[in-house]
């Protein structure tokens, strides 16, 4: 039996991962990663190529180590892939992939866990594609990338048209001569925008509230108040906003040189999809050979509904990376911790409160 199983490679569960190898448990023998992933770099990985290094949001450094210079006109997926995979090896941590988790579960009787004492004290079951794991505590840092959210309008079924997300975009080369209709109000709509804007497509930008930029510094007093703002409802057991929600997007000049040009002016809310098009709330209407959904990513934890950890309002109840009802579980990766912003000091915070509950004393 394991004293502690993450659940994702990606920066929060590598940043974990790295802090249990620091404290003193022992890659393979204490604890392991599992990543569903063929190869290391998390949701970058999955990144379309034409997302350079230097148009990606920033890339945080790992805990220990730096990422090293890299040509900004590079894919960020192979970067961030490239840079992942040399953490893992010169840190020497257990991942294990491709790995997928099917379900995290109390043991029973068939597990042969071999550990007595009440429920409460009993370890934890990971079922995988490769076998079952047993471990006295669970760190889920599966993020969000494989939950794309689709919010339903009407008329979406009768569109005619393409419609994609965010997560399968992969060059604006697929859009020459079309018209798209860009869905969201977050930081990808705005590069999509940008991007198909340069390379002569037909765009409008269609969001819930109005666009909103701001001029305040991204810097760590910024990055601590949305964090709590996020973790407000979260304490609360309600839904996490979006961190974009709450941030708003940083007017770079780029993005006000797109205001001026009128590419990033939002037609306002979208009303419905008709065959050929849209409607707005004002009463216009766009003529779309595709929609573009950027409207964000849920949580990824269809693997934990065993556990049953959801309050009436539809979140769950956390105290930072702890959950209320399951204390043999800590998660990353909801709520503040599914931005890169607190990817790293989640993943901290989660190693840290798994010591704690193993009675395990910290070092340096």
């Known amino acids: 039996m394991l004293d502690v199983v993450v659940i994702g490679a990606g920066q929060a569960g590598l940043s974990a991962a790295y802090y249990l190898a620091r404290q003193g448990l022992a890659p393979e023998t204490d604890f392991v990663v599992l990543d569903a992933n063929p190869a290391p770099g998390g949701a970058w990985l999955h990144r379309w190529p034409s997302l350079t290094l230097g148009a990606a949001h920033?890339?945080?450094?790992?805990?220990?180590?730096?990422?090293p210079p890299a040509d900004p006109t590079v894919p960020a997926s192979a970067v961030?892939?490239?840079?992942?995979?040399?953490?893992?090896k010169t840190?020497?941590?257990?991942?294990?992939?491709?790995?997928?988790?099917?379900?995290?579960?109390?043991?029973?009787?068939?597990?042969?866990?071999?550990?007595?004492?009440?429920?409460?004290s009993q370890p934890l079951a990971v079922e995988t594609d490769q076998g079952t794991f047993i471990a006295r505590l669970v760190i889920n840092a599966t993020g969000t990338w494989d939950k794309p959210h689709w919010p339903h309008?009407?008329?979406?079924?009768?569109?005619?048209?393409?419609?994609?997300?965010?997560?399968?975009?992969?060059s604006v080369q697929e859009f020459a001569g079309q018209r798209v209709l860009v869905v969201g109000g977050g930081t990808s709509a705005v590069q999509f925008l940008l991007q198909l804007a340069a390379a002569g497509v037909e765009t409008a930008w269609c969001t819930r509230r109005p666009a909103e930029f701001t001029k305040r510094a991204f810097d760590p007093e910024w990055g601590r108040d949305v964090e709590a703002r996020v973790n407000e409802r979260t304490a609360a057991g309600l839904p996490?906003?979006?961190?974009?929600?709450?941030?708003?997007?940083?007017?770079?000049?780029?993005?006000?040189?797109?205001?001026?040009?009128?590419?990033?002016?939002?037609?306002?809310?979208?009303?419905?999809?008709?065959a050929t098009g849209a409607v707005f709330e004002d009463g216009s209407e766009f003529a779309a050979d595709t929609v573009l959904w950027a409207t964000g990513f849920r949580a990824s934890m269809d693997h934990l509904a065993p556990l049953k950890l959801r309050e009436n309002g539809g979140g769950i109840v956390m105290d930072g990376v702890k959950v209320a009802r399951e204390p043999r579980l800590i998660m990353v990766g909801y709520g503040a911790s599914a931005s890169t912003l607190g990817a790293n000091r989640a993943g901290r915070a989660a190693a840290l409160a798994a010591l704690d509950r193993l009675n395990v004393p910290l070092g340096v």
Do not use: C
């Open 58 to 67: 920033a890339v945080h450094d790992l805990p220990g180590m730096k990422l």
């Open 80 to 88: 961030v892939s490239r840079y992942y995979g040399d953490y893992e």
């Open 91 to 120: 840190f020497g941590l257990p991942i294990r992939r491709p790995v997928k988790v099917q379900a995290v579960r109390p043991v029973t009787e068939a597990d042969d866990a071999g550990v007595p004492g009440d429920a409460l």
């Open 153 to 170: 309008y009407p008329g979406v079924e009768s569109f005619t048209g393409r419609q994609l997300h965010t997560h399968d975009f992969q």
């Open 240 to 274: 996490p906003l979006s961190v974009v929600g709450v941030t708003g997007l940083p007017l770079t000049q780029q993005y006000q040189d797109g205001i001026d040009a009128g590419i990033l002016v939002s037609r306002g809310p979208l009303t419905r999809l008709t």
